[in-house]
């Protein structure tokens, strides 16, 4: 792990009780991908990271390309091929006050890589995942990556005690947002593929922003609008996005059989077509 400045092993890693990221989850994180022993679109994942910490108005630690140095060093230190790199901000360590600390205090830098085996990923694409709907309890401000995660943690735990991999949320509109983990995704029975626009409700995925370009180069029908949990149950197929899972279909919502129940030839496509558009 790197920590603060320091590379060290993970069972030595820690960071100070004060730190406002354990009190308060006052931080912002991103989740990249790795393939191969490579970051997976890099400048978009630190484009949208300098967006988070500015909207919090925590400093840049560093620039943004040193960032990209360590985030690469702990991949190459772990080792990992195939997995994630997690990277986490805080606002710096400070005696505990809600308000942002007087004077100028240095973030916490904390950045870990850890291999998952993509044969698992497989397993999951091609047998399907089932999603829950769960009432959207999150607070407006979900365009920012930040680490206050306790309603989507609540969400996963609710999807996992259901039998279902994730949980999307649903609006006091009645419309999808997003899973608690990944944005949410349909294709209509016409062949459309359709997803919620990024303006309200949702976090700019990165998959999901390269996943519009890969549409659009396959020529794939597209549309950016909300659809409810009935419209997903009655389409031909669903799936989610984001770094740590690419596109994985969706066979399930609350019980009920979306398309054959087999993940769809769209998902399927989109996900094997997905690096392709990668950076
Ligand atoms: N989550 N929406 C939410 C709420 C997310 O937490 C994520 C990603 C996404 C997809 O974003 P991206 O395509 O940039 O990964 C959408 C990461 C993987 C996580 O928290 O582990």
Redesign the pocket.
């Known amino acids: 792990a790197y920590v603060n400045g320091r590379y060290q092993d993970m069972r030595d890693a820690s960071v100070n009780i004060e730190d406002r990221g354990y009190q308060f989850a006052d931080g912002i994180y991103e989740?990249c991908e790795v393939r191969g022993g490579k970051l997976v679109d890099m400048p978009r994942h630190l484009a949208r990271l300098q967006r988070s910490l500015g909207e919090l108005r925590i400093a840049e630690p560093m620039p943004l390309s040193a960032l990209s140095v360590v985030m690469h060093e702990v991949v190459r230190r772990n080792r990992v091929q195939f997995g994630i790199v997690y990277l986490q901000i805080s606002r710096g360590v400070a005696r505990r006050d809600h308000g942002f600390p007087a004077g100028s205090v240095k973030p916490s830098v904390v950045v870990t890589a850890r291999t998952i085996n993509p044969a698992k990923g497989a397993e999951n694409a091609a047998r399907g995942i089932k999603v829950i709907t769960v009432p959207e309890n999150r607070w407006p401000r979900?365009d920012i990556k930040s680490t206050a995660l306790l309603p989507?943690v609540l969400a996963k735990q609710a999807a996992r005690e259901a039998g279902a991999y994730e949980a999307w949320y649903v609006d006091s509109d009645g419309f999808v947002t997003?899973?608690?983990?990944?944005?949410a995704w349909i294709v209509t029975k016409e062949g459309r593929v359709v997803t919620r626009p990024d303006k309200s409700g949702?976090?700019s995925?990165?998959?999901?922003s390269v996943l519009k370009d890969a549409l659009e180069a396959l020529q794939i029908r597209f549309e950016e609008r909300a659809f409810t949990p009935e419209e997903a149950a009655g389409a031909a197929e669903a799936f989610v996005?984001?770094?740590?899972m690419i596109v994985m279909p969706v066979v399930a919502i609350d019980g009920h059989t979306i398309g054959s129940g087999k993940p769809g030839p769209v998902a399927l496509r989109l996900r094997e077509q997905f690096h392709r558009f990668a950076a």
Do not use: H, K, P
């Not at 997003?178 to 944005?183: A, F, I, M």
């Open positions: 989740v979900v989507n997003e899973g608690s983990s990944s944005n949702i976090l995925g990165i998959t999901r996005t984001a770094a740590s």
